[in-house]
T-cell receptor, first 115, second 117 residues
C-alpha cells in the first residue's frame, strides 16, 4: 500500500517567487492537512481540508493558500516567498473517525529552501 | 493559550539504556494525545494515541502514560537501540469548534534523542 506521497522532495526558490507543493493522501482518506516545520521546531499547522472544503486554518499570512481536488489530493501554494518560508512542508492524511482528526499519517515532506 | 511543552529538549543515552521523555500541556478541552517519532528529514510516524480515559498505551518498547488531571504525559523507551535516535514529538488534539472544522492538533517542539553505542 502506498503511503502519503509528496512532490517535489526538494525545492530551491528565490525571494519573491511562488511555489506549489503537492500531496496525495492514502487511498480512502478524505482529509488532508498541511504543516510547516522549521529546523529544530515542531510542525506548525497551516491548513486542513476535508471533502474538498477548508476546515481549519493556522496563523499563516494570506500568501499561503491551498486546495483539495475531487480525488482528495491537495496543493499548497505560497506566493511572494520570504527567506523565513524555508522549511520542511509536511502533508498528513487521515480518515476522520470518532477521534478528532482520526490518526494522521504523514508524508516524507518537501524541503523548501528560499535564497 | 493552548500549549504543549516537552522536556528535555535533547537527550543522549547509551544503547541498551532506558529513558523517559516528558510532555506537559495546557490544551483544554482535550480530545487525545499522540506521540510521534520523526527521523531527520522525514515525516513523523505515529507511536501511540491515547484518549483522556486511557492511562497507558504500549507499542513494542515504547510505553506512553497519560495523567489527564495534571495534564502530563510521558514516553518511556526500554532497552534503547541505535535506531531510536530521532525526534519525539508530543501532539495534543483539541476537539472541533462548531461543525465547520475537525479540531486542531497542537505540536510540542520535540525532544531529540541520540542513542550512542
Amino acid at each position: 500500500d502506498a503511503g502519503v506521497t509528496q512532490s517535489p522532495t526538494h525545492l530551491i526558490k528565490t525571494r519573491g517567487q511562488q511555489v506549489t507543493l503537492r500531496c496525495s493522501p492514502i487511498s480512502g482518506h478524505k482529509s488532508v492537512s498541511w504543516y510547516q516545520q522549521v529546523l529544530g521546531q515542531g510542525p506548525q499547522f497551516i491548513f486542513q481540508y476535508y471533502e474538498k472544503e477548508e476546515r481549519g486554518r493556522g496563523n499563516f499570512p494570506d500568501r499561503f493558500s491551498a486546495r483539495q481536488f475531487p480525488n482528495y489530493s491537495s496543493e499548497l501554494n505560497v506566493n511572494a516567498l520570504l527567506l523565513g518560508d524555508s522549511a520542511l512542508y509536511l502533508c498528513a492524511s487521515s480518515f476522520p473517525s470518532g477521534l478528532s482528526y482520526g490518526e494522521q499519517f504523514f508524508g516524507p515532506g518537501t524541503r523548501l529552501t528560499v535564497l | 493559550k493552548n500549549q504543549v511543552e516537552q522536556s528535555p529538549q535533547s537527550l543522549i543515552i547509551l544503547e541498551g539504556k532506558n529513558c523517559t521523555l516528558q510532555c506537559n500541556y495546557t490544551v483544554s478541552p482535550f480530545s487525545n494525545l499522540r506521540w510521534y517519532k520523526q527521523d531527520t528529514g522525514r515525516g513523523p510516524v505515529s507511536l501511540t494515541i491515547m484518549t483522556f480515559s486511557e492511562n497507558t498505551k504500549s507499542n513494542g518498547r515504547y510505553t506512553a502514560t497519560l495523567d489527564a488531571d495534571t495534564k502530563q504525559s510521558s514516553l518511556h523507551i526500554t532497552a534503547s537501540q541505535l535506531s531510536d535516535s530521532a525526534s519525539y514529538i508530543c501532539v495534543v488534539s483539541a476537539p472541533p469548534e462548531g461543525s465547520s472544522n475537525t479540531g486542531k492538533l497542537i505540536f510540542g517542539q520535540g525532544t531529540t534523542l541520540q542513542v550512542k553505542p
